[in-house]
Structure formats: structure tokens, C-alpha cells
């Protein structure tokens, strides 16, 4: 499996960017993807994560009612659409394969990560 994350950037606050995970290997199939944010100096944490089917969805408390995650499975690829962007939502979000979905401690594939700066 190899996942890129992609469409990070620079933005002003209350504004708008979507990101993409897409798989190179074309293997992801079956897993549930996982959204994760590292901003500096701070440890990686949970954003949200989408199960295979794309029938369920689970957020942080922090990005609900913001960010968006969906998936386009014939084109192996996921979405995180985030709105309302706040200086706070500033780091390199990554994408992940999960063995499990709602066990976020728990990784299969990481991917590699794209920049999010949100300017005041």
C-alpha cells in the first residue's frame, strides 16, 4: 500500500481546503482510512477516519462539524474536505491505512503527509 496525501496549503481563517489520500498501489482495498494532524511541537493526533464501505464516519471533537471525510473507492481514493479552517487546524495531516476502524492507536500503512498552514 502506498498512500500520498495531497491539496495542503496556505489559507486565511473561515477558509476552505481538500485534501486527497490516494493509492499508488491500488491496495487499499478493504481497509478503513484514518486522518491524522501533527502540528509543531505537538504529537500526532486522531482527526477522522472513514470506514471501507464509506457508510460510517467518526470525527475528533475538535474538527466536527468542519471536516468532511469521504471516499471514492473506484478511484482509490480519499477525501478530507475541511471548512471553517482555524489558525489552531495549522500542521502536516496525514493519511493511514487501519487494521481496525474506531482503534486509532493502531496503524497498518502511513502515508506520506501534506502541509496545512492557516493564517490569521
Known amino acids: 500500500v502506498q498512500l500520498q496525501a495531497s491539496g495542503g496549503g496556505l489559507v486565511q481563517a473561515g477558509g476552505s481546503l481538500r485534501l486527497s489520500c490516494a493509492d499508488s498501489?491500488?491496495?487499499?482495498?478493504?481497509?478503513?482510512i484514518g486522518w491524522f494532524r501533527q502540528a509543531p511541537g505537538k504529537e500526532r493526533e486522531f482527526v477522522a477516519a472513514?470506514?471501507?464501505?464509506?457508510?460510517?464516519?467518526e470525527y475528533a471533537d475538535s474538527v466536527k462539524g468542519r471536516f468532511t471525510t469521504s471516499r471514492d473507492n473506484a478511484k482509490t481514493t480519499v477525501y478530507l474536505q475541511m471548512n471553517g479552517l482555524e489558525s489552531e487546524d495549522t500542521a502536516i495531516y496525514y493519511c493511514?491505512?487501519?487494521?481496525?476502524?474506531?482503534?486509532?492507536?493502531?496503524?497498518?500503512?502511513w502515508g506520506q503527509g501534506t502541509q496545512v498552514t492557516v493564517s490569521r
Open positions: 493511514a491505512a487501519l487494521p481496525v476502524y474506531g482503534d486509532y492507536r493502531r496503524v497498518a500503512y
Open positions: 498501489g491500488r491496495t487499499f482495498i478493504g481497509y478503513p
Open positions: 472513514i470506514t471501507w464501505s464509506g457508510d460510517n464516519t
